[in-house]
């Protein structure tokens, strides 16, 4: 049973911080590329950060560097999303996804493995 599972989404104030973490069963992530990707109502999904677990290297939208943070546990099959300084424009419900690629893209498109997400929402 091959599933990812997005969690830590919550209701947090303009400027605030938050960590999402991205649990995956029945895949070893060392083999993956794991990315971020949100949608807020109305948008079109975007990409957000991805890694490699091989590696640790890691990108990010232009939207949220400086920002947000993208790392990994190996040992506990668990990619995280550091977000900080949080505005509305960030409001969305985020997704983790993965892909067999050591060094994959901010693509929805290249992803196959899809958790349910995680709504994260920032008050003004």
């Known amino acids: 049973d091959v599933q990812l599972q997005a969690s830590g989404g919550g209701l947090v104030q303009a400027g605030g911080s938050l960590r999402l973490s991205c649990a995956a069963s029945?895949?070893?992530?060392?083999?993956?590329?794991i990315g971020w990707f949100r949608q807020a109502p109305g948008k079109e999904r975007e990409g957000v950060a991805w890694i490699s677990t091989n590696d640790g290297r890691r990108d990010y939208a232009n939207s949220v560097k400086g920002r947000f943070t993208i790392s990994s546990d190996v040992a506990k099959n668990t990619v995280f999303l550091r977000m900080t300084s949080l505005s509305p424009e960030d409001t969305a419900v985020y997704y983790c996804a993965a892909v067999r690629s050591y060094y994959p893209s901010l693509g929805a498109h290249e992803y196959d493995i899809w958790g349910q997400g995680t709504l994260v929402t920032v008050s003004s």
């Open positions: 029945g895949i070893r992530l060392d083999y993956y590329g």
